[in-house]
């Protein structure tokens, strides 16, 4: 095919058309070798605190093994609830060598939705931090939670730096709401237990699931992706051979504001950078910019670092960020959502090093394309495949078109799902015959870089983060004073797009402050609406769907 000799031709030097797969049969067969290999330098650092991939090695077996002792089998759920914080890759680590699979589980989650992420998957045991076991305290009856671990942010941080950060978390800034939960461990006393026990190390399979990924659906659902070990595996795989000749090995310090349980930092950090022995430097809240420029100026200074559009946008904005130490920096990725041209191009004026888009989704593990790192790479494009990796552009029958012409992108390649969890219907309505149906309309252009123009789904994009207009419509239509409603995305400069809602009352009492406040009991931050408008009527079809286009419109 054309596309295919174009892509073929112009594709980035020193990059091989193709990855083995089959490498590690296990994503533990690869962490094995890194604990190995590594042992003492930095895997994972915070808030000033080291931790090497010996001690990853011990805390995990320890993690793991207390796990089982709770009776945790292979094929079990655990549901991971932090910020980026050192207990993060203890227990996801522990989890996967005791064969449990992991979900991973955004902390700032409203009761409902949690209650519907656990529920959905069976989950069985929880890591919390200690900021959100309020919330979980309202549902957790609903559950069948019986391993409750919760963790105040400054556990793992040695005894004097933690109580600091505990006492200003819970007593300063009281970030930590009153809760009442039966039966839990913190996270130390989990590892001291597991420390007197022995793990069974689980001898997991290819296509085994080991993440159960959520990410929003079109009627309203959020649906957990299945990613198995081989998808993470391959994509660990396709982002090394992509990027890792301009990295050298054991030597990267590597900065991450995104949070772990975010799908595109978990394969980046977790896994790909983590396989070559980069000390990943975890930022735990990445709305305190200062904190951010000062992780450039220590005495190992960042030479990668991944974000969103919004982040790298605030950061250019910084009346001190020019002065930070990019002496080290090789370059930035930006995924998660579209990196806009005037950021790009300021990012790389004021550092001197590029900031590179990639493109994914997290049916796709979640990396599909990304531009060229060797100065060959097109700012508004979401560049080419990784390795082992097909995109096309096909219309509304399926029809592969040419070049130039604009139709839906379509993924095929090991990092794709194996499905969605519990949703054959789905699974069977978004992958055909293995292409991965991405709802976004783009085109291929004369190099073979691919673009996207449009948005085939309703899907609003909020700073990286996927929104649903048919889950935010249900969640209104559950007030008693709405008696209809309707979401879209407009554009927004600081996140891309904003959602906002148009609503028909039932009680003409019905203000905007109380629309707000039940948004805020209900959903979290990113789904909230920024705009509110009251209408008399909503457009429809002749079968009484509601018709966003014309709002849009």
Known sequence: MAEERVWLKNYPKGVPANIDADKFATVEEMLKGCFAKYKDKVAFSNMG??????DLDTYSKQFGAYLQYRGLKAGDKIALMMPNLLQYPIALFGALRAGIIVVNTNPLYTPREMKHQFTDAGVKAVVIAENYAANLEKIIADTDINVTIVTPLGEMLGMIKGTIVNLMVKHVKRLVPKYNLNNTVSF???LSEGKRMK??????KPNDTILIQYTG???GVSKGAELTNKNLVANMLQVQSYMFQFLTDGEEVALSPLPMYHIFAFTVHCLALLSIGTKNVLVTNARDLPSIIKEFNQKE????MTGVNTLFNGLIAQENFAAANFE?????VGGGMAVQPHVAEKWQKITGKPLIEGFGMTESSPVASCNPIDGTDKIGTIGMPLPSTEMRIVDEDLNVLAQGQRGEIQIRGPQVMKGYYNRAQATTDTIKDGWLCTGDIGLMDEDGFFKIVDRKKDMILVSGFNVYPNEIEAVLASHPK???AAAIGVPDPKSTEAVKVFIVKSDSSLTIEEVKTFCAANMTGYKKPKHIEFKDDLPKSNVGKILRRKLKE
Request: glycine residues 10%.
């Open 328 to 332: 080290k920096l090789k370059f930035a």
């Open 188 to 190: 130390k006393q989990a």
């Open 301 to 304: 200074p960042i030479s990668i």
């Open 217 to 219: 659906g079109t009627t």
């Open 49 to 54: 605190k080291d931790l090497t991939f010996g």
């Open 482 to 484: 709405i008696s209809e």
């Open 199 to 204: 793990l069974a190390e689980h001898e997991g």
